[in-house]
């Protein structure tokens, strides 16, 4: 009797320890998969959301890397829970992993392997494709193989593939028609110089409304600054207006110094103006790209943990700092290390770039993915900054484009999400035949 309950306590201690030994190699693996996923995002999407600011020569690669690492940092601490809580709940019915978190667990794995995979073949081969269209589509893949296509949330899907026609669609339009205006309102005048100076400040305070109003509105509650919406609005105001008077000061002063000039040279004077606003615009991209695309890499990681710590899959639980923080670090990584292949394609390789150009691109795309981000919409940066450099080349003209990169380009788009799919059930079956 006493011999048969030391067997059976001593058999319980066993199945407890290999429980936690389980977990342990869960949690390790989702940290380190994420880490490597969050390295993919930086190699390749942030390259694309920095590469016009290079291309047009307004940055050098390492000051693009600098502004990069503080602002993703940023957008990814406070801005980004709306698109990771659309990758962690949105795409699968996570009710049906209720009675089986393992699977789910085991999934999200898979998923962001899959997505980390052809992200680094993709990287490698200098193609700027899609971490949204991986991901989603390899959450996609673990859903079906795990569960059944019926329990992939099609309505879901369907909105968010509707969202990347219409993204690089309003992109290539946008960026048309802002390059348009800066041509016929500044370029085309007989005193380039005396546009540019009240232009200039204009561009630079809409830019401060966009990105404080979604960070004001957004950012300060996921910090813990609780403020009514008269105080946000008077806060985005006077930020905004602090931005103009200090724009306007700065134009008018070079004002002085070139009014004088032939126009030729008002015209190189005007470029330089741009040059301020651009290197603005990629701050705001990589703020833009934190809060959209880091969730391609903490979303999966995110529900992991949330299921190992607390056994269940509740939605809207609270992002934890430290997986903000290694999605943030492991971008910056990435695009120190391998990003100039990207940037050399999206920023040399689709069409002649200057700063005004450059501007007209990454202000239509930060503006889009800002708030793509803010109603929760896993929008792609790649498809946004290619479609909005298109329409800065639209702009000048179809021979102003390089058809075979923009048709290599599109190729490795229509790829992206079955390639997603098909690698994250290979790793499903995998990893669960070793799990399990």
Not at 316 to 336: K, Q
Request: with cysteine.
């Amino acid at each position: 009797m006493f011999t048969e309950r030391k067997v059976r306590q001593s058999h319980a201690t066993y199945e407890q320890s290999m429980s936690f030994m389980i977990l342990s190699i869960e949690l390790i693996l989702a940290v380190t998969v994420g880490f490597v996923m969050a390295w993919a995002v930086g190699a390749n999407d942030v390259a694309n959301a920095m590469a016009s600011t290079v291309g047009s020569k307004t940055l050098t690669v390492r000051s693009a890397v600098i502004t990069a690492a503080i602002f993703e940092a940023l957008g990814a601490g406070l801005a980004s829970g709306q698109v990771t809580n659309m990758i962690r709940y949105g795409i699968v019915d996570i009710s049906i992993y209720a009675q089986h978190l393992d699977y789910f667990v085991i999934g999200m794995l898979s998923a962001l392997m899959s997505a980390a995979t052809w992200l680094i073949i993709a990287t490698h081969h200098g193609l700027p494709v899609s971490t949204t269209h991986s991901i989603i589509g390899a959450v996609i893949g673990f859903g079906v193989v795990s569960m059944g296509s019926e329990h992939i949330l099609w309505y879901s899907v369907w909105s968010i593939l509707a969202s990347w026609v219409a993204t690089p669609l309003c992109a290539i339009v946008l960026a048309y028609v802002v390059f348009r205006c800066i041509s016929y309102v500044v370029f085309s005048a007989e005193s380039p110089i005396k546009q540019a100076n009240w232009l200039v400040p204009l561009c630079m305070m809409l830019l401060v409304l966009i990105f404080s109003g979604v960070t004001i509105f957004q950012g300060l509650d996921t910090i813990g600054i609780q403020l009514l919406d008269w105080q946000k609005q008077v806060m985005i105001w006077a930020l905004a207006s602090v931005t103009y008077a200090v724009g306007w000061q700065y134009t008018n002063k070079m004002l002085k110094r070139t009014e004088r000039l032939t126009r030729e040279k008002q015209l190189n004077a005007v470029e330089k103006k741009f040059g301020i606003l651009s290197i603005m615009t990629a701050a705001s991209m990589a703020y833009a790209h934190g809060s959209n695309d880091v969730a391609n890499a903490i979303g999966p990681v995110a529900a992991i943990v949330q299921v190992l710590h607390t056994g269940t899959l509740a939605e809207g639980a609270t992002i934890p700092g430290w997986i903000v923080a290694l999605g943030a670090g492991g971008i910056v990584l990435g695009l120190t290390m391998y990003g100039y292949k990207i940037m050399e394609t999206v920023g040399t390789g689709i069409t002649q770039l200057t700063p005004s150009r450059g501007f007209a691109a990454q202000f239509s795309t930060s503006a889009i993915i800002v708030i793509a981000s803010g109603l929760g919409y896993p929008v792609s940066t790649t498809q946004t900054m290619v479609g909005a450099i298109l329409g800065v080349g639209l702009a000048r003209g179809m021979t102003a484009l390089n058809r075979k990169t923009i048709r290599s380009i599109f190729i490795s788009w229509l790829i992206t999400l079955p390639a997603g799919a098909f690698f994250a059930g290979i790793y499903y079956m995998i990893i669960s035949y070793f799990l399990r």
